[in-house]
């Protein structure tokens, strides 16, 4: 491609690419950070499935929600089944997941992508069986909800067969529920944003017509200069990415609200376009620990600020220690723990309390997804028009200084 770049023709390609886009149904919103495909094959039944919905399902779970997860769990498939005495076990006698009680079992069986077994389902009814549990459910749990085969279900009890066996799938049936429990995380987000991801895992995997659309995409971008058009795109992505976040930091310091101005600003958090460079285009030993921070007041000899951090996933903000003073110990936080900062946490029912080895007392994030790492979210698509990304800002600051406000009456009741 030439140097001089033909806007025009860009322009027309954009418009072409808009009009291609609006025709693939459904539109869809796709994270390319999956902590779980980095991990793991997104296919593995037991490696992944399995292990991630015994822990939401188990009341031992490190969710520390008891057995709130699994109740919800029980309603949305509709049985009796009653939650005392109730245990959830992952591979047991090679069952994928066993839920049950003294009197009562559900046998899950999950299919990802393998067969089944030649009386798969009637061995692991027998061995439940054998163990004086009569009640006994199996939901055998797939991508689309396809029936078992009939090999697996050869010798189960016709009663079994008709009334007790649920075929279920990842799309209508997991994925509601995980929504359910998204719900009861509100203020737990390292739990729900997992919770989040896996559920974005299964939006991918469900996806029939994946791959049509990206041959389909391939054979628009086929035609004329149009992969010459993506190209330039795709070379330039990352400065627009900089270009993108550079405009917004410098819309959000100038829109610093009147009853913050004159604040002291905090020079070390402040973001600089080193720290950018050093986010965006190293490659290694990155930083995402800058943004914006007003030092709002003093409290038990520290220094409490006002700090919107930039982050290396979503942006959030929220209230921190000034660990950038002189101290003898950089871990030694001794203010979190009293009853007042409890107060605070309390009466900011959206915000997280920080840990106790973390300079940040409480945090929350904004309505707004901002993600200048992954850059993908509708929200942070949208910084890059000027208008769109200046509404934001306002919103942003209006959030903020709601959140402010609370924190500056609560040192006010303390005086």
């Not at 279920?168 to 509601?176: A, D, G, L, Q, T």
């Not at 001794?334 to 900062?341: F, L, Q």
């Not at 707004?368 to 993908?376: A, L, R, S, T, V």
């Not at 209006?398 to 500056?408: C, Q, R, S």
């Amino acid at each position: 491609m030439n140097t001089l770049l033909d806007f025009t023709q860009l322009d027309y390609f954009l418009k072409e690419i808009a009009l291609f886009n609006k025709a693939q149904t459904p539109l869809r919103e796709r994270e390319k950070f999956n902590i779980f495909t980095i991990i793991r094959n997104g296919h593995e039944e037991v490696g992944l499935h399995s292990k991630f919905l015994f822990e939401l399902l188990s009341p031992e779970g490190s969710h520390k929600k008891k057995a709130l997860f699994l109740k919800l769990f029980i309603q949305q498939l509709g049985v009796d089944f009653r939650m005392e005495n109730i245990e959830v076990f992952c591979e047991k006698n090679n069952i994928d997941l066993l839920i049950q009680n003294n009197s009562q079992a559900i046998i899950i069986e999950n299919k990802i992508n393998a067969g089944d077994q030649p009386e798969q389902l009637s061995r692991y009814y027998n061995i439940v069986h054998s163990s004086k549990i009569k009640d006994i459910h199996i939901v055998y749990l797939s991508l689309d909800g396809k029936e078992p085969c009939q090999q697996s279900i050869e010798n189960l009890p016709d009663d079994i067969k008709d009334n007790r066996l649920y075929n279920k799938s990842y799309k209508k049936f997991i994925n509601p529920w995980l929504s359910l429990c998204v719900k009861e995380c509100a203020t737990q987000p390292e739990i729900r944003e997992t919770i989040v991801q896996y559920k974005q895992l299964l939006n991918h995997l469900t996806m029939s017509n994946d791959i049509k659309e990206r041959e389909a995409l391939l054979n628009f971008l086929g035609k004329g200069d149009n992969m010459k058009q993506a190209h330039y795109i795709a070379d330039n992505w990352i400065h627009m990415k900089w270009h993108t976040e550079w405009e917004f930091w410098n819309d959000f310091y100038n829109q610093i609200p009147d009853s913050l101005k004159g604040l002291p600003i905090v020079e070390e958090f402040l973001f600089s376009s080193d720290k950018l460079d050093n986010a965006i285009h190293y490659e290694r030993n990155r930083n995402y620990e800058y943004g914006l921070a007003i030092k709002l007041f003093e409290y038990n000899n520290e220094d409490i600020c006002l700090y919107i951090e930039r982050n290396s996933q979503r942006l959030f903000y929220g209230i921190i220690v000034d660990f950038t003073k002189d101290r003898n110990n950089d871990n030694d936080w001794n203010i979190k723990s009293s009853s007042d900062i409890q107060l605070l946490s309390e009466s900011l029912t959206h915000s997280v309390l920080g840990h106790d080895r973390s300079p940040w007392i409480v945090y929350q994030y904004p309505k707004k997804q901002i993600n200048f790492e992954h850059f993908n979210h509708t929200d942070t698509l949208d910084l890059a028009n000027q208008q769109k990304r200046l509404q934001m800002v306002v919103e942003l600051w209006d959030e903020i200084k709601d959140f402010v406000d609370i924190v500056i009456d609560w040192k006010t009741n303390l005086n």
